[in-house]
């Protein structure tokens, strides 16, 4: 079992910046790639970012590229998210997740079906 706590949350204006912090707890060693997924009120759950846990790989979802960036700290079994430039369609709880087997880029990452465990979400709110 790998438990995820997430944190960084927050109320900001547009155009601000925030960084999420996902620490990640019991068997680590499991997971293959941890990813930043988001959910907007009345809408399903969208993925924003993943990383791959050996080699740092990266991918994000068209929105957010040139304003995000994940990062991962292995020492410290934590995944961050780096969010500049904030827009009002940024609102929603994001929520880590972690995936403990191998996968195919982002047939895989993109999905929030082919994650294994989940944070309980912290909450991103963007003022206009």
């Known amino acids: 079992q790998v438990q995820l706590v997430e944190s960084g949350g927050g109320l900001v204006q547009a155009g601000g910046s925030l960084r999420l912090s996902c620490v990640a707890t019991g068997r680590t060693a499991s997971s293959k790639a941890m990813g930043w997924l988001r959910q907007a009120p009345g809408k399903g759950r969208e993925f924003v970012a993943a990383?791959?846990?050996?080699?740092?790989?990266?991918y994000y979802i068209d929105s957010v590229k040139g304003r995000f960036t994940i990062s991962r700290d292995n020492g410290k079994n934590t995944v961050f998210l780096q969010m500049n430039s904030l827009k009002a369609e940024d609102t929603a709880v994001y929520y880590c997740a972690a995936r403990s087997s191998h996968y195919l880029g982002t047939y895989h990452l993109t999905r929030s079906a082919e994650y294994d465990y989940w944070g309980q979400g912290t909450q991103v709110t963007v003022s206009s």
């Open positions: 990383i791959s846990v050996s080699d740092g790989s990266t």
